[in-house]
C-alpha cells in the first residue's frame, strides 16, 4: 500500500502542477450507477480475454508454481485480512490505473500522435510490471493492460478501470 502512494503521489503532484484540465486524464465525478458496473464489466471483459489469450499458450510453455510462490501468496484469514486485501487492492489499482492509462497513455498519444500506438506501449509497460509473476502472469497483464487501455481511450473515465483493476487483484489473492 505504501508502493501505491509513494507512485500515485508524485503523478498527481505533476497533474496539480501541470494546470491542465484534470478531467484531460480521466479524472471526472465518480458515479457509482456509471462506474462502479463499468468495473465490473470491464473487470470480466478482461478476464474474458485473458482466458481467451491463455488458451492459446501451450501448457508446457507455463511453467508450475514452486512452493515459494504459494507462501509468498498465502492467503489472508479473518476480516483484518479481507479489509487489507481490499485496502491494498483499491491503493494498488489506482496506482497503476493513474500511471498507466490517465498519464502515461494520455502523454504517449500526444507524443506519438496515435491512440492505438499509446495503448500498446502502456500495455507492455504495464506487462513489463508483472513480470515478477511468470509467464503466465505476463500474458494476464498484456491481456488485461490492453483491454484497460483501449476501454480507457474511449470512455475517458480512469474510475471504471481503477475499480476494474481493484476488482481483478481482489480475485487474484482471494482465489
Not at 40 to 66: E, N, Q
Not at 87 to 114: D, K, P
Amino acid at each position: 500500500m505504501i508502493r501505491a502512494f509513494q507512485v500515485s503521489l508524485p503523478v498527481l503532484v505533476i497533474l496539480n502542477l501541470n494546470r491542465e484540465p484534470w478531467a484531460k486524464f480521466g479524472f471526472v465525478r465518480f458515479s457509482w450507477r456509471v462506474d462502479v458496473p463499468a468495473g465490473l464489466l470491464i473487470w470480466m471483459c478482461a478476464l474474458a480475454g485473458y482466458i481467451a489469450v491463455i488458451s492459446l499458450v501451450p501448457v508446457s510453455l507455463i511453467p508450475v508454481a514452486d512452493t515459494d510462490d504459494a507462501v509468498r501468496w498465502a492467503k489472508p484469514a479473518g476480516l483484518l485480512g479481507g479489509c487489507l486485501v481490499l485496502a491494498v487492492s483499491v491503493a494498488n489499482g489506482f496506482a497503476e490505473e493513474l500511471v498507466m492509462r490517465g498519464y502515461l497513455l494520455t502523454r504517449f498519444e500526444r507524443l506519438l500522435h496515435s491512440t492505438p500506438l499509446a495503448v500498446l506501449v502502456t500495455t507492455a509497460l504495464f506487462a513489463s510490471y508483472h513480470v515478477y509473476q511468470g509467464p503466465a502472469g505476463l500474458i494476464h497483464a498484456a491481456a488485461v493492460g490492453l483491454i484497460y487501455g483501449t476501454i480507457y481511450s474511449f470512455q475517458r473515465r480512469l474510475w471504471p478501470v481503477c475499480i476494474a483493476h481493484a476488482i481483478a487483484d481482489i480475485v487474484g489473492t482471494l482465489s
